[in-house]
């Protein structure tokens, strides 16, 4: 499917989190809805995990125009301890910040490679400590004021896509609540051993604002579902066409004629697959795009 507003596209990202930093599974208040611009353009692939050789650690969350917000683990070894902090950019290119939070003052040099800094200790001799960008740590990434990317496995911010658990992310990189999910080519869906088949047809031609949900109590009706299983015989044994689906901010929702939930779901990016999960079951069936 081609919604009007653009194609979207995703990447499966690896699951590996630096120890004692969250990764987050549900996204929360989009911070550009604020009106407050998330980060630099320019220096926005700087957002990701950096690590030195000693085992400590850095994630940079956000560049605005004068300031850095990051996050560290002292080392991840020893189960050191996690903080954040706040740097001030102190020349006009933005690649040299610092930071006085331990009451010393501590230099940033900044790439989207490595970030270096150098500490003062107490006899005034200056440590450096290089940390280097290290991919595929991280899936949501939780900013300040409840910001949330998603980290894919080269490092960099996803934009202008849906994520692998089916969240639509802007241009810009954060996380659109107001989105919903995000929509997936419409088509038939079948599942492993062939047994249930699916058809999702997505409204054709939806701009970003039919597609966009008021509040947390709206609801969008993106597209009909059709349903048919297989007998061992391989004859269609049943089969329903009156069903829809419903786009929320807790994601998408199979709704019968009366509007009955009878499945929940959400696409795994653009990879042509959908993880589906009919009322009263526990677990998720994988269906694939045939």
Not at 104 to 113: K, Q
Not at 141 to 159: P, R
């Amino acid at each position: 499917m081609e919604i009007k507003f653009r194609r979207i596209t995703a990447y499966l990202a690896a699951v590996t989190a630096c120890a004692g930093l969250a990764v987050l599974s549900t996204p929360a208040t989009v911070y550009a809805s604020k009106g407050i611009q998330c980060q630099i353009a320019n220096m926005s692939d700087w957002v990701g995990y950096y690590e030195a050789k000693d085992g400590s650690c850095l994630i940079i969350e956000s560049v605005s125009e004068t300031s850095v917000y990051l996050g560290y683990i002292d080392s991840i070894e020893a189960g050191g301890e996690e903080g954040q902090d706040v740097l001030t950019f102190t020349d006009q290119a933005r690649t040299q910040a610092e930071s006085t939070q331990f009451g010393e003052s501590a230099r940033y040099t900044l790439n989207r490679e490595s970030v270096t800094v150098e500490r003062p200790d107490q006899n005034g001799v200056h440590s450096i400590t290089r940390y280097a960008r290290k991919n595929g740590k991280y899936t949501w990434l939780k900013l300040q004021d409840d910001v949330y990317y998603w980290m894919q496995d080269d490092g960099a911010v996803l934009k202008d896509g849906v994520t692998p658990d089916g969240w639509y992310v802007g241009s810009d990189g954060c996380w659109d609540p107001y989105m919903g999910m995000g929509p997936f080519q419409s088509g038939t869906y079948t599942s492993h051993d062939g047994t249930k088949v699916y058809g999702f047809y997505l409204k054709e031609d939806m701009s970003m604002e039919e597609w966009r949900l008021k509040d947390a109590s709206d609801k969008r009706m993106v597209g009909t579902v059709e349903y048919s299983h297989i007998s061992p015989s391989g004859e269609e044994d049943e089969s329903r066409s009156d069903m829809r689906l419903i786009n929320m901010m807790e994601g998408y929702v199979v709704v019968d004629t009366a509007g009955r939930i009878v499945a929940d779901l959400y696409p795994v990016g653009d990879t042509g697959q959908i993880m589906l999960r009919r009322s009263g079951e526990q677990g998720y069936e994988s269906l694939t795009l045939r």
